[in-house]
């Protein structure tokens, strides 16, 4: 037989598909035939009609008994080739056709769908189609949708088939939630649409119990239930703004073991909840999937999902957190960890009436996700609050506020490319890492920004061990690029080019370098190199292994040496230059850094007439004494040299030897030397003074000049400093 046959009883507790034979067929009294297709119709009763019917069906190809089920019985046991029978709760003769309905007011007024031989329901037994279900004086779909669910939950499962309307451009109204049950499946067919009637403000489909149980830690609920087939819920929100608390969903289920592939839109509140408890021993995994779902303009999350270790593959949220003000919903918000995929939520490039708080918002840990696209977050697009998260390929554009990518937990692996877009806030940071309540730490982030005015990275409130390699372009343009570096354990590398920080290597501070274990550069135009490494002066340059360059800059070589005055540096092993233009030079200590070394001094005074003028270490423009901590002894040699500025034929040149020594306060200061040497020089007058300083602790040198003309001083130290 080349058609297809189908035999329907009136029998609403006769579920299975049943081969028939002819004899069995014999047995059935006032059987009706129809038989339809594009070549006409045939109808008969009792057995000549049925074999009729198979007659037809030869040659159209579909044919639908109809019996009156009093003998339905009798018809189990053998089979006739291609003869099947289904159930259909319904009159006889009522089923005039099997094709698609649409929102006709009773069956009989659907139009059979010539050709079309789509079965009531299907050969397994377990799909039932839900127009079977309306009833004479039904006002909408509400109480088929129920009694669809109810019939298949007491049946132990099944799925319920929603059928596109013949109709284009109608729907499955309903005005009451549809409550769903454990073992149950809605299958709305991708050109369906159930809508919500005006006026009804309650949400569109609620799991069982829901109600009682949201909001709590509890292993009930319903399970193995699903929404699929890619049709739409429209929850009507511009004739819906009435809902009680807690409703006002699109759909609102507490349970597991779930399937969603659905279309949400115009919810008053959220367009999909789905919750469960989480400690509940012995059960995890929640084994739920949201397959493909997309939701569009809801008041308050386009998805809310409280389920641990659900799979998220395909979420499209658009428009969410509508019911306002800013900075109040969530675009997506994850309480538990998930695995995800394929995320995109977007707020649009025109004005609406509000903007979500984070366009993701994942409190949940151990998150893995990839290929995620968020804009239009108002406090941030993405916030990663719970830590252990594994996500890669995230872009995020047009975020509304002063953050792009918030990171307040730990553990978290990152990689981002941020961008403020056409339409996005520029006075923001790209990504902050941690808040005032909340740090971040041992976080790995890759990240690709550009066009952030307050800079690409903030580790104000980070709580260190960080490292982010840093990829971007026009990033603060006039300041620095990296700001509030505070923990020396957070490492930044790469590079920001079309701002203040240019470098391959990134350090703490603007046009910073550093490279190493625990290495730090803080300041403007620091480096710092090695393991332990710090530069903290402006300028700074720290190379070796626990070096420090604080004094502006500074220079330090070796092995846990110091330069702490201004343009000095240090080399060897625990060399310590404190002095401003000190360059010191150690190879070992005997107590503490810098109680046994070499340093050089230079020192220098401007003269513009013949009152004594002290040198200073730091050069013209200050005073910086050459001073002698407590318990120290200098043996020092000083060369000095004078020169006419305006006229370079007058010179002078002296040297001095000397012991200076400080044995406690500042006034127990002591010089011992005979007096300074004149080696050569032609200017009459010109004259230095070497005296210990007791009021600063230290070595005190005075030139006198010309009255004439302005004099240069410079003169080098050259000591061995002893510290008791």
């Not at 080349?2 to 081969?19: E, Y």
């Not at 699903?226 to 807690?246: E, F, K, M, S, V």
Request: charged share 15%; proline share 3%.
């Amino acid at each position: 037989m080349s058609g297809s046959t189908r035999v329907v009883l009136n029998d609403p507790t006769f579920r299975a598909a049943i081969p028939v034979t002819a004899a069995q067929l014999d047995a059935v009294p006032a059987a009706v035939a129809r038989a339809e297709g594009a070549a006409g119709r045939a109808e008969a009763a009792g057995t000549e009609a049925v074999q009729q019917a198979l007659q037809g069906a030869t040659e159209l190809g579909s044919v639908a008994l109809l019996l009156d089920g009093s003998n339905a019985d009798a018809l189990q046991g053998t089979a006739i080739e291609d003869v099947q029978i289904e159930t259909a709760p319904t009159q006889p003769k009522q089923i005039a056709r099997v094709a698609e309905v649409s929102n006709a007011t009773t069956l009989a007024d659907a139009d059979v769908n010539a050709g079309d031989a789509r079965p009531l329901k299907d050969i397994a037994g377990d799909t039932l189609l839900l127009r079977n279900f309306w009833r004479a004086g039904d006002a909408d779909w509400s109480n088929a949708f129920q009694r669809a669910i109810d019939y298949a939950a007491s049946q132990g499962g099944g799925t319920i088939r929603v059928t596109r309307p013949r109709q284009a451009g109608t729907s499955y109204m309903t005005s009451r939630t549809i409550i769903m049950r454990t073992g149950v499946i809605l299958d709305v067919d991708q050109r369906a649409t159930i809508r919500l009637a005006n006026g009804s403000n309650c949400t569109m489909i609620e799991g069982q119990d829901f109600r009682s149980l949201t909001g709590t830690n509890s292993g009930l609920g319903i399970s193995d239930w699903g929404i699929i087939g890619y049709g739409t819920l429209d929850g009507n929100r511009a004739n819906n703004t009435g809902a009680p608390a807690g409703q006002g969903h699109g759909v609102a289920i507490f349970g597991r073991d779930f399937v969603v592939d659905i279309r949400i839109k115009n919810c008053y509140r959220r367009g999909l909840h789905l919750e469960y408890g989480n400690t509940q021993v012995g059960v995890s995994p929640f084994n739920g999937c949201i397959k493909r779902v997309v939701t569009d303009t809801t008041g308050e999350e386009g998805i809310w999902l409280g389920v641990s270790d659900a799979h998220v593959w395909s979420a499209n949220v658009r428009y969410p957190a509508m019911n306002g003000p800013n900075n109040t919903f969530d675009g997506i918000y994850l309480k538990f960890g998930v695995r995800a995929s394929h995320i995109n939520v977007w707020g649009g490039n025109v004005a609406i009436p509000s903007w979500p708080r984070y366009a993701l918002n994942v409190e949940g840990e151990g998150m893995t996700a990839s290929n995620i696209h968020l804009e239009s977050g108002f406090s941030a697009n993405l916030r990663l609050a719970g830590g252990g998260a594994q996500i890669n390929n995230i872009q995020t554009y047009n975020h509304r506020g002063n953050t792009n990518l918030l990171i307040e937990s730990s553990g978290n692996i990152l990689g981002a490319r941020a961008v403020t877009g056409q339409f996005g806030s520029r006075a923001a940071v790209a990504l902050r890492m941690g808040t005032a309540t909340a740090g971040a730490y041992l976080n790995i982030v890759d990240l690709y920004s550009s066009n952030h005015d307050l800079g690409a990275v903030d580790l104000t409130y980070s709580s260190g061990g960080n490292a982010i390699t840093l990829n971007g372009f026009n990033d603060s343009a006039s300041s620095v690029s990296v700001v509030g570096w505070t923990s020396s354990s957070d490492t930044v590398r790469g590079r920001v080019s079309g701002g203040a920080f240019e470098v391959l290597e990134g350090g703490r501070g603007s046009r910073s370098v550093q490279f190493g274990h625990n290495a730090a550069a803080s300041s403007t135009s620091g480096v710092a190199v090695g393991p332990g490494a710090i530069s903290s002066g402006t300028g700074g340059i720290a190379l070796g292994n626990g070096v420090v360059a604080s004094g502006q800059n500074s220079l330090v070589l070796g092995t846990n040496s110091t330069a702490s005055g201004f343009a000095s540096s240090a080399r060897g092993v625990r060399a310590a230059a404190e002095v401003s233009g000190e360059h010191a030079e150690a190879s070992f200590q005997r107590k503490a850094t810098g109680d046994c070394q070499r340093s050089h001094y230079y020192m220098a005074a401007y003269t513009t007439n013949a009152t004594p003028t002290l040198l200073s270490c730091s050069g013209f423009a200050s005073l910086a004494r050459l001073t002698i901590p407590i318990g120290g002894l200098l043996d020092f040699r000083i060369d000095l040299t004078g020169i006419g500025e305006t006229d370079t034929s007058k010179f002078f040149r002296a040297t001095y030897s000397g012991l200076l020594r400080r044995i406690s306060g500042v006034g127990t200061t002591m010089l011992a030397g005979p007096a300074p040497v004149l080696d050569a020089g032609n200017a009459a007058g010109w004259s230095v003074a070497v005296t210990a300083d007791t009021t600063n602790g230290a070595l005190q040198v005075q030139a006198t000049g010309d009255a004439t003309i302005p004099v240069v001083w410079l003169a080098r130290v050259t000591a061995t400093k002893i510290l008791l």
